[in-house]
């Protein structure tokens, strides 16, 4: 399989997999919706929270903050040196206190390294006047399978459409464009022509394809997949991408010695 990233901001990335076929496709969406691990919140020790919201919502909601990942500098708790106790490798804490009156921000989180929330202004809870909250945290990698906390984004894939156009007059022409707002679809001299090119292809939007179906005939390349990576911003899409593929690979390594014992 060929993979090369045909677009991409902090957001959105969109890769696109050449020979290649759905079923390689979708372990790859699986496995990093599911196993690739990021930074979250896990355990809270609250030691003063006077606000109206209850110790547990508080908790629930800091577990829900995205935090930036270095899967180079962490580690699984149940891979780590310190198997699972508790390390600086495989835990990071984060402290919050703060009085009222204000509005107590994901950005209020203190920490002394540099995991921090990605998204600054997630409101975690209210303080009036004489209201106050206090509490550790602590964030530790896991995995989506296990909570969807812990998810770093989301994946979706679609065959690469193959666009002809079909002979057409001007009415229909000008009908077709004025429920489409592609890039890949334009409108020339009273004629639609496609750009077909790897990048414009990708953005087409299904309305196009409805308010043109008169005028344009789409074959789809079951070779060739659109990867659309959305991160949450706790990694990047590329890697989100290379460590799906780490982990596809140690599982299968795992299943072949399993089935090896099976047989001997
Ligand atoms: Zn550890």
Known sequence: ???????????????????????????IRRTIISEVPTLAIEDVVITNNSSAMYDEVIA?????IPLKTDLKLLKLPEKCSCKGKGCNKCRVEFYLKEKGPKT?????????????????????????????????????????????????GMVS?????????????????????????SEAIK???????????????????????EACKNIINIE??????????????????????NESLKILKENYEELLKEIKK???
Not at 15 to 23: A, K, N, R, S, W
Not at 125 to 130: A, N, Q, R, Y
Not at 157 to 181: L, W
Not at 193 to 203: G, H
């Open 104 to 152: 107590v921000y994901s950005g209020d989180l203190k920490t002394e390294t540099g995991f921090e929330p990605v998204i600054k202004d997630i409101p975690i809870t209210k303080l009036f006047e004489g209201q106050e909250i206090n509490l550790k945290a602590v964030a530790v990698l896991g995995k989506g399978l296990e909570h969807a906390k812990w998810v770093p």
């Open 60 to 64: 629930l909601r800091l577990g829900l």
């Open 262 to 264: 099976t047989i001997n």
């Open 1 to 27: 399989m060929k993979a090369k990233i045909i677009s991409e901001n902090k957001i959105k990335t969109k890769i696109l997999l050449e020979d290649t076929m759905p079923e390689e496709a979708n372990a």
């Open 187 to 209: 409108l020339e001299k009273g004629k639609i022509v496609v750009d077909n090119t790897n990048l414009a292809i990708s953005e087409i939007k299904d309305s196009c394809l």
């Open 157 to 181: 894939y679609s065959y690469f459409p193959k666009i002809k156009v079909k002979p057409h007059t001007e009415k229909e022409a000008k009908e077709c464009i004025k429920n489409c707002t």
């Open 220 to 241: 789809w390349d079951e070779t060739k997949i659109i990867m659309t990576i959305e991160s949450w911003e706790q990694l990047d899409a590329k890697t989100m991408f």
